[in-house]
């Protein structure tokens, strides 16, 4: 799922990934919702509001709305920034694994902020609104990057304008039997199927799981951080294994 | 202008408006300040946005009724938020019990009692003197009440004046 990089990427590596993060995307931003009245991962309908707080003149609400779209900013540019300033330092599933980690961390700290210490201040709740803008865009910023932009697991404004075009180039024949093109759209039908589902999920875990909704996200991001430990651990025991076949047949 | 330099005008732009955000946010008066005082309600309006005017008006005397049935115990007269988190009405010597939250970008007003959401109303406007909070219902008809109020010194100098 992260090890790979943009064209050597399979359909199955970025569905895998498209899934995944789209549901915890989905999570993520009901929960928060519910818990904080503010969306997260909801970026274009936060550059209407900022425009609208600042024609009314609320100065201290456009100026909220302003931070969480440059902490969305900010967790976007960190990903790709850590992605191509890691290359030849350090292996490219670590480089990949890193956003991954830290929205784990920011997503953990939101969960044990609201269990332990959260008091229903308005700057606590900005703070945290933050950290999973943050987040989110340490998850956009990195799905986008390591698959060449094809998977963006939260922009659905752009998602669904590119399942319309596909869905209107399918009204010609030729384009029904172009297998790119119905990959295409098998990933992005997952990505939108499995963000509402996270969502709903989001919604229904919150009555039964209050912040542990959270958790599970954190949950949900480790096994895509680990997935491919995993792959690359049973990889190196293969080859050893050969190895250890080969070589005493050589001699 | 070669483009290190405008690479370099992108996080100069970035910081600033990072920075400039920050500051707004911890110098300005943030709503959770700014409601705390005693408010006088000054109006309850009800704007339905399903029924045409006509049939609005005849609807009007009898929603009315039915809707403040229903939000009673939030027409407090005065309403006084206090900092330490709780609403109580001033014109009643009765304590409301109630608390007051303030939630999003500071465009929600949440109140509860005993932890238990009672209320949520949306802010549409609040500045020193003046307090709009918006209400969707949704009996009979869906639409929202609007309640305005204004600060208690503003409307005492008001009534002196008079």
Redesign the interface.
Known sequence: MLRKYSNHRTQSDNIKLGALTAFSAGMVNVASVTVFFAFTSNITGYYAVLAQELSKGNWYQGAVVLLWILLFFIGSFLSNFVIIQGKGRWSQYISHAIPVILEFLSILFVGLYLDFFYENSLKETEILVGALAFAMGLQNGLTASISNSVVKTTHLTGLTTDLAILVSMFSKRENRRNQALVDKFHLLLTIMLTYVAGGLFGGLGYLYLENGTFYLTCAILLIIALYDFYKIGRIKRIFERRNREVVPASY | MSRDVLVNLNYLL?AI??I???I??MH?????RLIQGEWVETAWRLEKDNVSSTAGEQLQAGLRKEILQNVENLHLGVWRFDED?TLQSATTAQKSEMEW????????L?LRRAGKTVE?FQIQ??SKDRLVLHLNFDLQVKGIIEIVLERKERTDQYAKKI
């Open positions: 970035v408006l990072l400039g955000a920050s707004v946010v300005f008066e943030s709503p959770e988190g939250i303030i939630k999003g970008r500071g465009h929600v949440e949520s406007q609040i």
